[in-house]
């Protein structure tokens, strides 16, 4: 059974920062592209950053560029997305996903698409709240 399993998450005041981790188990992470997507409340899901197979290539949404910064760790088969200057409207469930295009393209030149999605992880929280 394929699962992708997110952790991290949790209440930060602004200005603050929190690491998000994805593991999987049934699938081989390491040699998949991966996205982290988030869905605040009331608002479509959006997705907000990949990392290719390689970890040579990455993308963020102009929202969190310069903020946020995705990485992977090949032997731990986790991707990670350390997050700072945390903003109330970072709010929302952040989900990690495999991204089919991303891998099959070998980079990550483009904003993640629910549609290339191969398995999604189940969320997790994150509030940014004073």
């Known amino acids: 059974q394929v699962q992708l399993v997110e952790s991290g998450g949790g209440t930060v005041q602004p200005g603050g920062s929190l690491k998000l981790s994805c593991a999987a188990s049934?699938?081989?992470?390491?040699?998949?592209?991966v996205a982290w997507f988030r869905q605040a409340p009331g608002k479509e899901r959006e997705g907000i950053s990949c990392i290719s197979v390689s970890a040579d290539s990455t993308y963020y949404a102009d929202s969190v560029k310069g903020r946020f910064t995705i990485s992977r760790d090949k032997a731990k088969r986790t991707v990670y997305l350390q997050m700072t200057s945390l903003k109330p409207e970072d709010t929302a469930v952040y989900y990690c996903a495999t991204d089919r295009a991303a891998t099959m393209r070998g980079m990550c030149s483009e904003v993640p698409l629910g549609r290339s999605v191969g398995a999604w992880g189940q969320g997790t929280q994150v509030t940014v709240s004073s």
């Open positions: 049934g699938l081989r992470l390491d040699f998949l592209a």
